[in-house]
């Protein structure tokens, strides 16, 4: 499980340890993956105004790193989805018995990017779609990898873009995003948001999220957006 100097705590000796097995159990996705564009997307005249994606991936400090820096991403909020209110902070959820997982909602223009590329980042940087309840040193289902959909449109590009990367083998190993409705998203505490640019030296950042905002730049330069 993740470790960190979260207020209150004074774990500098388990994080420092947390990220070393970080950066070998990471080896295998130091490189981005390259994928293809989504088959199916949703028009950007089919939508109005500004439109909100939920993604579960892991620890949210590096999928909120990510999608702060897509350029149409008005707003990343870290924070939790599939479970209930009364057990909606993070102590409850780093049990793993509340259904939450940790998730980040994208407010974004369609107009500057759509949703299937959002889908496109999120697989091929954000985080590993193929690890199960977990994300290299985290472990938990509060860490799985999830899509909670906000309507059918981004439900049917979402599960077809599934298809279409296990039917390209994209993946030495099966894809195991779920795909669910979003019920409601719960904000997280303060002290988690912006927590890369918040903290860039913290071993954990380092090893673990850090390189995924280098890999948006590698991968999407016209997509990419400085701090």
């Given at each position: 499980m993740r470790t960190?100097?979260?207020?209150?705590?004074?774990?500098?000796?388990?994080t420092l340890l947390a990220g070393l097995i970080a950066c070998s159990a990471g080896l295998a996705r130091s490189k981005p993956v390259a994928l293809p564009d989504p088959k199916l997307d949703i028009p950007a005249a089919a939508t109005k105004g500004e439109q909100t994606a939920v993604f579960a991936g892991g620890c949210f400090w590096g999928v909120e790193a990510v999608f702060d820096h897509v350029r149409g991403v008005k707003q990343a909020i870290s924070g939790y989805s599939g479970g209930n209110a009364s057990t909606a902070e993070y102590e409850s959820v780093s049990t793993g018995t509340t259904g939450h997982a940790e998730s980040v909602k994208v407010v974004y223009d369609p107009s500057r990017v759509s949703y299937g590329q959002l889908l496109k980042i999120y697989f091929s940087v954000a985080h590993d779609p193929t690890q199960l309840n977990r994300q290299s040193p985290d472990v938990g289902t509060q860490y799985r990898s999830e899509i909670f959909t906000t309507n059918a449109d981004q439900r049917n590009v979402a599960n077809a873009y599934i298809a279409q990367l296990s039917a390209a083998k994209a993946f030495p190993d099966p894809i195991v995003t779920r795909v669910e409705p979003l019920k409601a998203f719960y904000p997280a505490e303060a002290y988690h948001q912006h927590y890369l640019s918040q903290h860039p030296d913290e071993p954990y950042i380092v090893f673990n999220d850090a390189p995924k905002v280098v890999h948006l730049k590698q991968l999407f330069p016209s997509l990419y957006k400085g701090s």
């Open positions: 960190t100097s979260l207020p209150a705590r004074s774990f500098l000796g388990m």
